[in-house]
């Protein structure tokens, strides 16, 4: 009779074996880029542009910033992985707190279709990246992310988009849980609502093990 394993416990086993084998055969940093993806989170236009009716103050700052990490993550063959939000126009799949803002005659943020749902301008994806559609802060939650990561051999992450205390963090605090190698939050290719609540964030998750360089930092890392 032959033991039949959740899917929990399939996930669970795989993650396992991935860390045994990094362990035991590290990488080059070349390598590493191979292994690595990028997780460009809610850069769409009603979170980032002057209308958005849940704009991050600091969003609009960042997007040269954004774009360019974009830019040497496909040069360096990384996984780049487009999470949004994508809601149902009456809010049936959004968090309680926010479905005041949802009507079945005015759709709300984000909702599926609609021009504040799209990525804003000079963000575009290509061939080869992967779109991701969240109802959450987490990335990964309710989504098939990590299963995603997992069966492309990805255990190492690097972090860019809005904002700070809420999807980027959450995102951030779930990839610790589930041992990621490394998770990377790029400093200023990530905003919040102001500086000061961008810096607390920034803090907190470089105390659970993130790393914290900047976009330039980064992209020198393997000179």
Request: glycine letters at 6%; aromatic letters at 8%; a negative charge.
């Amino acid at each position: 009779m032959h033991q039949v394993y959740s899917p929990e416990e399939v996930v669970f086993y795989q993650s396992s074996l991935t860390r045994l084998w990094t362990h035991l055969h590290p990488l080059s940093m070349d390598d590493t880029w191979k292994h690595t993806a990028l997780l460009v989170i809610d850069m769409q236009r009603d979170f980032v542009e002057e209308y958005g009716p849940l704009k991050v103050n600091g969003g609009k700052a960042i997007v040269p910033n954004v774009i360019e990490a974009v830019e040497i993550a496909r040069k360096r063959g990384l996984l780049v992985i487009w999470v949004v939000r994508e809601h149902d126009p009456q809010g049936r799949d959004v968090e309680l707190f926010r479905r005041h803002l949802y009507s079945p005659a005015k759709p709300g943020p984000t909702s599926k279709g609609c021009r504040g749902a799209e990525l804003v301008d000079g963000l575009v994806i290509e061939e080869g990246d992967y779109k991701l559609v969240k109802t959450r802060f987490s990335a990964f939650f309710a989504t098939h992310l990590h299963s995603l990561l997992l069966s492309n051999g990805i255990d190492h992450l690097v972090i860019a988009g809005v904002q700070t205390p809420n999807c980027i963090r959450q995102t951030v605090f779930d990839a610790v849980a589930l041992d990621y190698q490394s998770v990377t939050v790029l400093v200023d290719a990530t905003a919040a609502s102001s500086p000061e609540v961008h810096q607390a964030n920034i803090f907190d998750m470089k105390n659970i093990g993130a790393t914290t360089p900047t976009l330039q930092e980064w992209s020198q890392a393997d000179a």
